[in-house]
């Protein structure tokens, strides 16, 4: 019986990204000891059929915790932003769970098993949007030159949210947490802890996002345990992009190092002349190699 369990979710516009993570996965020898699953928020019916092969078990997502269908407008893909705090409750058999966005794909299984040891005794395995090269961390607006209007992602959510300035002062300044790839026992009390927070910011804030405002919450409001992992275990492109390794055929990080990327993710897409990579196949952008060449390269699985 597998005890850990890899799981994302997709609809039918995103089944390409799901289907190319789950053979980013499957092309590792460790996988054949980590269970796949998968929540369907729009699946077609073939893709289903196409899946069920590669994987160990499909689910329909639901709607966890009740949301004014006014917010949802047919977006059955939003479940994502719910479902994904209740993973035992659909897939209960495993005592481990590592979510993967279906933007996101495995270029190094290090991170894989970095994740799962992460979780151990109840902590939350997660990567803060924060590393060498970071130019900023948040957005304000200056007025008259000295005062300032906070624009971070946090603050911004938490406003729009509701949940009161004290505690979004708290999240202010605190580096943004992606709740992309994350890790958690079956056991811990992250999940309670994640779900009340989650039916706080789902009261007024949008579906979007608010997730990931509710596990920040979690952590710099509730204290949650968290075990942080480095930023190439869930490398968010949009953010900042990788080098190319040609010797090796691998993703790296821009700095010295190098390490290798662990999971990379398109996050809020790679544009180029108004398409998104995440859609589009054929787009591909100029990326610098380590020799400090210029390639063109996609940053999608195998392409």
Known sequence: ???????????????????ELVD?????????????????????????????????EIKPAEWDIEVPGYKVKGKE?????VSRAFLPKYFPSYEKYLWIDCDAWVNDWNSV????????????????TIGPGYKITSKVNWLFGKLALIKSQ????????????ADARKLAFAPHINIGVFSLEKNSNGWSVWQNNLSKTLKAGNIFGSEGLAINMSVY?????????????????SNMLPKY?????IFVE????????GIMHLAAGIWKDGRDMRVDKSVKIEIETLDKKKILKSLRYNI
């Open 1 to 19: 019986m597998k005890k850990n369990v890899i799981v994302s979710l997709a609809d039918a516009n995103y089944f390409p990204l799901l289907n």
């Open 24 to 56: 980013s996965i499957k092309r590792f020898e460790e996988s054949k000891n980590v269970a796949i699953c998968i929540l369907d928020a729009g699946l077609e019916n073939e893709q289903i059929e196409k899946l069920s092969k590669k994987v160990d």
């Open 77 to 81: 893909w939003l479940k994502s932003q």
């Open 113 to 128: 098993d970095l994740y799962f040891k992460a979780c151990n005794n109840g902590k939350l395995g997660i990567t803060q």
């Open 154 to 165: 946090n603050f911004k959510h938490a406003v729009k949210s509701k949940i009161g300035y």
């Open 221 to 237: 409001i509730d204290d949650l345990e968290t075990e942080f992992l480095p930023l190439n275990c869930n490398w968010i492109t």
């Open 245 to 249: 390794d040609e010797k090796h055929s």
């Open 254 to 261: 821009p700095y010295l190092p190098n390490y290798k990327i």
